[in-house]
């Protein structure tokens, strides 16, 4: 059975960093896709980044966020890492790591998320900013 977990959350305070990390078990084979969501309180969960854990190739949903997340991995025991930094108020949100075998990426560049049972997801780690 998949699961993803996910860690790395908590409070910062504005301008820091905080480094998310998602581990995939129960794959035969990796997963094609991994990336990661986010959901604010009252707001529909959104793209943030993604990768090709085959090619290494990322996906931001905005160019402002890729000059402030990277999105890594560790091929080795399916990990998939954020590292988010200069984090301000409006990063404030649940994170959520998803895995697929097609067509996460694309969700992620419209700055959509997928159906819940699309792909796999993870239980969510909660980032917290505050000025």
């Known amino acids: 059975q998949v699961q993803l977990v996910e860690s790395g959350g908590g409070s910062v305070q504005e301008g820091g960093s905080l480094r998310l990390s998602c581990a995939a078990t129960?794959?035969?084979?990796?997963?094609?896709?991994m990336g990661w969501f986010r959901q604010a309180p009252g707001k529909e969960r959104e793209g943030v980044a993604c990768i090709s854990t085959h090619t290494g190739s990322t996906y931001y949903a905005s160019s402002e966020q890729q000059g402030r997340f990277i999105i890594s991995q560790n091929n080795a025991n399916n990990t998939v890492f954020l590292q988010m930094n200069r984090l301000t108020t409006e990063d404030t949100a649940m994170y959520y790591c998803?895995?697929?075998?097609?067509?996460?990426?694309?969700?992620?560049?419209?700055?959509?998320?997928?159906?819940?049972?699309?792909?796999?997801w993870g239980q969510g780690t909660q980032v917290t900013v505050y000025s």
């Open positions: 998803a895995s697929a075998n097609y067509g996460l990426c694309t969700w992620v560049l419209r700055g959509a998320a997928p159906p819940v049972d699309f792909g796999h």
């Open positions: 129960g794959y035969t084979n990796s997963p094609n896709y």
